[in-house]
């Protein structure tokens, strides 16, 4: 009896210290970690550090091992999930929506991928000199603008506003110019207005509105209206006066978001667990990167056009958003 008594406690602790039998790292009893890659950006932008700030909640909350890789953004994060090189990636919704629907810079169908949440607004800025006679997108005609790279969602986003104010690239000079050539530009008075496509405030626009004066074109509420009906992932948002130098009434204007996107073949229950801890732990995830302010459980969703993974779409419904 006693010797059957010691092996059973022998059988006992042996199988504690086996794989997959203990927890140490936040995983379930009896269940082996899962490890993911999340594709993000560039060191120097906001993507790779916020992506960082989110990997180090997910690993303590919802029991993953993620490991951030740096990537060149939005296209090549949606490339890296559709061949499953990675299983996570932080992208604009506009190249979300490209993707999935095989347009633009995408030329097949990326249809596994799966939208979490929406994470922060990237604010389209349309920035004219203070003192010019240029007060809405309709105005641009037979100016220079800034446009933003060729092939880039910038110039994608553009294009689309100026079909929405009926103004034909026939009717201006478009400049294929990125945001660095613009600003330059713009501040030598070689172009009256460009285009940005980022968190607000920009150090872009600082920049420049601490040298001249400058306007950002505020839009109407039926415009605003018009553009989010006909391309759902440009959403609705307002820039709060006194957000640049000068700038002293609210602009409105629409915005991509920053979504977090994941493959249709992570499991629900491992999306689940991390919707729930970015909601749950959202006071971790401002302590360690201030984006995580911008995140809102009544926004989750709001700009998301492809289909939501089922991991996601369970936690929502459980908090009455979905």
Request: with cysteine; hydrophobic share 45%.
């Amino acid at each position: 009896m006693k010797k059957t008594a010691v092996l059973l406690a022998i059988v006992v602790i042996l199988a504690g210290l086996l794989p997959g039998c203990g927890s140490t790292d936040g995983t379930a009893v009896g269940r082996t970690p899962v490890f993911l890659t999340l594709a993000t950006g560039g060191t120097a932008g906001i993507y790779f550090p916020f992506g960082e700030a989110l990997a180090k909640v997910f690993n303590s909350k919802a029991g993953v091992q993620i490991s951030v890789q740096a990537t060149d953004g939005s296209v090549e994060n949606l490339q890296l999930v559709n061949r499953r090189d990675a299983e996570l990636a932080i992208v604009q919704t506009d190249m979300m929506d490209y993707a999935y629907n095989g347009r633009e810079t995408f030329k097949e169908k990326m249809t596994t991928i799966r939208g979490i949440s929406i994470l922060y607004p990237e604010i389209i800025q349309i920035v004219v000199q203070a003192d010019s006679n240029i007060n809405s997108i309709a105005d641009l005609k037979g100016k220079k603008v800034g446009i933003g790279a060729p092939g880039s969602g910038t110039e994608a986003n553009f294009r689309q506003l100026a079909a929405i104010y009926e103004l034909d690239y026939k009717a201006f000079q478009p400049l294929y110019l990125s945001f660095a050539a613009s600003a330059a530009q713009f501040k030598e008075k070689s172009i009256d207005a460009f285009i940005l496509v980022s968190a607000s405030p920009s150090t872009i626009i600082q920049d420049i509105a601490a040298h001249q004066k400058i306007k950002i074109l505020s839009m109407s509420d039926a415009d605003v209206t018009k553009i989010n009906r006909q391309y759902p992932y440009l959403a609705p948002v307002t820039i709060p006066a006194n957000t640049y130098k000068g700038q002293t009434a609210a602009v409105r204007t629409v915005a991509v978001q920053a979504a977090l996107i994941a493959g249709s073949q992570v499991p629900e229950d491992v999306v689940y667990n991390m919707t729930r801890s970015l909601f749950e732990s959202q006071a971790e995830l401002v302590r360690l990167h201030s984006k995580g302010k911008e995140l809102s459980l009544e926004k989750a969703t709001r700009g998301m056009s492809i289909p939501l993974h089922p991991g996601a779409i369970k936690y929502y419904k459980e908090k009455g958003v979905y």
